[in-house]
């Protein structure tokens, strides 16, 4: 079955960096488009970024854009998040989803993460 | 495009029939989905297309409305059914959610 599984949260000061990584099993990872949405603790969803399968489209929220990149690795069948110059509003979890499409498109997230924590405070 | 759920919060019993809405601030067609969280988990899609199940979601759930007006409406709540629902403008990006409906217990 489709799984995906993040990791790398954890807590960190305002300023610094962090890794996610999204390992994906259980279906055709590279072609995938991949996204990855946040929920602060007691809030409701963010969208963050998206990737397409080959990692040519990319597209940030505005809110990350310039400070957070999306990437992947389609031979490791792994998606990361690079968090750089974090703030304590990007606390939150993290979560990796795929759409069932190579390219962007206007289709659900059909298969989530169990999501990993990031808090970021001094 | 921002989307407005209602209510922010809910008690129903088993049984009971329970309706949920979401409002997009711009016609959006039928770019819908819902999707159902349990504490400390990971969001579950249930309808997409406004209207379409996910394979797998029980037929208790269904979704209707195209434009700006959206409902998911749940037949008969059962227990396994409290949850938070949130729904989603389908999008290529710039992906936006509603705020989210707890369904709690009576």
């Known amino acids: 079955q489709m799984q995906l599984v993040e990791s790398g949260g954890g807590v960190v000061q305002p300023g610094r960096s962090l890794r996610l990584s999204c390992a994906a099993s259980?279906?055709?990872?590279?072609?995938?488009?991949m996204h990855w949405v946040r929920q602060a603790p007691g809030k409701g969803l963010e969208w963050v970024a998206v990737i397409a399968y080959d990692g040519v489209n990319i597209y940030y929220a505005e809110s990350v854009k310039g400070r957070f990149t999306i990437s992947r690795d389609n031979s490791k069948n792994t998606l990361y998040l690079q968090m750089n110059n974090l703030r304590t509003e990007d606390t939150a979890v993290y979560y990796c989803a795929r759409i069932s499409k190579e390219y962007l498109a206007a289709v659900p997230l059909d298969c989530w993460g169990q999501g990993t924590l990031v808090s970021v405070s001094s | 495009i921002q989307l407005t759920q209602s209510p922010s919060s809910l008690s129903a019993s088993v049984g009971d029939r329970v309706t949920i809405t979401c409002r997009a601030s711009q016609v959006i067609g039928s770019y819908l989905a819902w999707y159902q969280q349990k504490p400390g988990k990971a969001p579950n899609l249930l309808i997409y297309d406004a209207s379409t199940l996910h394979s797998g979601v029980p037929s208790r759930f269904s979704g209707s409305g195209s434009g700006t007006d959206f409902t998911l409406t749940i037949s008969s709540l059962q227990p396994e059914d409290f949850a938070t629902y949130h729904c989603?403008?389908?999008?290529?990006?710039?992906?936006?959610f509603g705020g989210g409906t707890k369904v709690e217990i009576k």
């Open positions: 989603q403008h389908l999008n290529s990006y710039f992906l936006t």
């Open positions: 259980g279906f055709t990872f590279s072609r995938s488009a």
